[in-house]
């Protein structure tokens, strides 16, 4: 079967990725325990370190922090912040949605930041098709966001659900048509942050790393969680793929509000 002859040239990934260690491309085989509209697919763990070079990390984090600031989201009042450039919708702590391209007459990006991220979401895409080879096409979709987790307010307590986010879930379960998960590390464990160790159910687990790029299938077999950020920000790029084209998410990047992102 074309699924077991996938990753042949893979390293093992370890149980435990420290932030330390240094993978080229490492893959944990994981049986699917759901069938799915891609047909036949892996659903493995897939690890690649320096994936992104350091220049477009900074650009990254720059682009996440004027649209986190630009929404009074401040991470010394802790919490989990999302903010995804393309709708311009930023979710702050207790669920407070702003839309930064709504009424706003102020430039907040320049042409090359929406470029840069176009051309991230679209590397990203390719290395997800090289690492799931599936009976069907892959698309992009919503929502693809920036993600601090902050622990710079010792006092901070969840004020609702979306707060909670170190709790062990299922990605498909939260969006039904999601297929392949992943996470762009843009910040160093241990280093810039304390907390905030990614770990599967079956007790793997994986440190953050500036640069690592974190691929895995969304269903039941990858149940996975973040621990609680204790101090410092942790910083991602998180996104899901489908076989759905239904669920397509265009990227439009053009700084205008959208409601709808077929």
């Not at 330390?20 to 493995?44: E, K, L, N, Q």
């Not at 979401?121 to 098709?129: F, T």
């Not at 969680?225 to 076989?243: I, N, P, Q």
Request: proline share 6%; net charge negative.
């Amino acid at each position: 079967r074309r699924s077991a002859r996938v990753g042949l040239n893979d390293a093992p990934l370890p149980a435990h990725l420290s932030r330390g260690a240094t993978v080229g491309r490492a893959r944990r085989r994981v049986p699917c325990t759901t069938p799915s509209i891609c047909g036949v697919r892996p659903c493995d763990r897939v690890v690649i370190d320096d994936w992104l070079p350091s220049k477009e990390i900074d650009a990254l984090r720059k682009i996440a922090e004027t649209g986190m600031t630009a929404a009074s989201a401040r991470a010394d009042a802790g919490g989990p912040t999302i903010f995804d450039i393309n709708s311009g919708f930023v979710m702050a702590p207790g669920a407070r949605l702003e839309n930064l391209y709504q009424n706003s007459e102020a430039e907040l990006f320049a042409p090359e930041d929406y470029e840069l991220y176009r051309s991230v979401i679209r590397r990203l895409k390719a290395e997800v098709e090289a690492a799931f080879p599936r009976d069907s096409d892959l698309y992009f979709t919503a929502p693809t966001f920036l993600t601090r987790l902050s622990g710079e307010n010792a006092s901070w307590a969840p004020a609702e659900a979306h707060d909670e986010y170190y709790h062990w879930h299922v990605d498909r379960d939260n969006t039904p048509h999601y297929e392949f998960s992943g996470l762009l590390y843009l910040s160093d464990f241990g280093d810039e942050f304390d907390g905030g160790l990614f770990s599967f159910e079956d007790g793997s687990s994986v440190e953050p790393r500036r640069g690592r790029l974190s691929m895995f299938g969304s269903g039941a077999e990858n149940r996975h969680r973040v621990a609680k950020v204790t101090g410092g920000r942790r910083l991602t790029l998180s996104f899901w793929f489908a076989c759905d084209p239904n669920y397509e998410f265009k990227d439009f990047l053009d700084g205008k509000m959208r409601v709808r992102f077929g």
